[in-house]
């Protein structure tokens, strides 16, 4: 019998199947174009009613101190513009790197929202909730949109796109990045055209900021070319601001083949596993249509 005061819920990961720097605002915000996909693969996120109104984290990213931990701030900010007066314990089990632009952090605070919501019995409709995730940062409206999208702005104007079934082989080298570095760095193109469309080819577009990626991380580059030699038709790529690399595929034998011909391929299972010297870290995981709590929040 599950517990009406306790939830445990998935964080999936996302990857940029393109995206392209379109311009700089004067607030020093890029402006985006990018196509967004949630996959099977995920953080587990953890939240249980209190009974006072404290939220207080029992396990999270290491290295990451509780103020500064998205998901914390996910659930203060919920308190403070509802006016809640409960409290949650939040632990969450990581799964997914950090620094490897697949949205870790900012899908943990996407399901604390949305988790929340119910868990609180808020009735928060999604573009309510999109509206406050935005706070957090620029990833997060879209784990909270909850579709394969478009994205705008500087993330947070999204569109819904379709996508045919893929598969995804994912390799995370063992290095952090900073997206911060990544979009500051002078050689970044800044200009990209907008594609004006919403139905995109398979392989289409590119990712403006893997050439600042690998000039500076050579293990990028060799991930890459890596992944392109044993799947020289799969697009391989690197997914937001690095560090992983990912290839697509019209099935789940593919990818695994494609995973299996990495040199000394390991599974990545745990928080920030990037695989021993001589290693290659990865998975291989599905696109999903719709996050798993899509209805944890109302149209």
Not at 67 to 88: F, I, M, P, Y
Not at 201 to 216: I, K, M, P, T
Request: charged content about 20%; proline content about 4%; overall charge neutral.
């Amino acid at each position: 019998m599950s517990d009406p005061h306790a939830l445990v819920l998935p964080a999936p990961a996302k990857l940029n199947l393109f995206l392209h720097v379109t311009g700089q605002r004067p607030d020093g915000y890029h402006t985006l174009e990018s196509l967004l996909v949630l996959i099977e693969r995920g953080d587990v996120v953890s939240l249980s009613l209190r009974d006072d109104a404290d939220v207080v984290r029992l396990r999270g990213a290491a290295g990451v101190l509780a103020e500064d931990d998205l998901a914390v701030r996910a659930a203060r900010l919920l308190q403070r513009s509802c006016g809640v007066a409960k409290g949650v314990t939040i632990a969450v089990d990581k799964r997914l790197v950090i620094g490897g632009g697949i949205g870790g952090g900012s899908s943990d605070a996407a399901t604390v929202l949305l988790g929340l919501n119910r868990l609180w019995r808020l009735g928060l409709s999604r573009q309510e909730l999109m509206r406050l995730a935005l706070e957090l940062g620029a990833d997060v409206p879209f784990f909270v949109f909850g579709e394969t999208a478009r994205a705008n702005g500087i993330g947070e104007m999204l569109e819904a796109v379709s996508l045919p079934q893929t598969w995804f082989a994912v390799l995370s080298p063992p290095i952090v990045v900073s997206t911060r570095a990544m979009f500051e760095a002078l050689e970044l193109t800044r200009h990209s055209q907008s594609a004006k469309m919403a139905v995109f080819s398979e392989g289409y577009g590119r990712n403006d900021l893997q050439a600042v990626a690998v000039a500076r991380f050579p293990e990028i580059a060799g991930f890459l070319a890596a992944l392109s030699r044993v799947a020289p038709a799969s697009g391989a790529r690197m997914t937001g601001s690095g560090a992983c690399v990912f290839a697509a595929f019209a099935s789940e034998y593919a990818a695994q083949e494609a995973l299996s011909r990495m040199p000394r391929v390991t599974e990545s299972t745990g928080g920030n596993i990037g695989g021993n010297a001589g290693e290659t870290a990865g998975f291989v995981a599905r696109a999903l249509n719709r996050h798993p709590l899509w209805s944890f929040a109302s149209r």
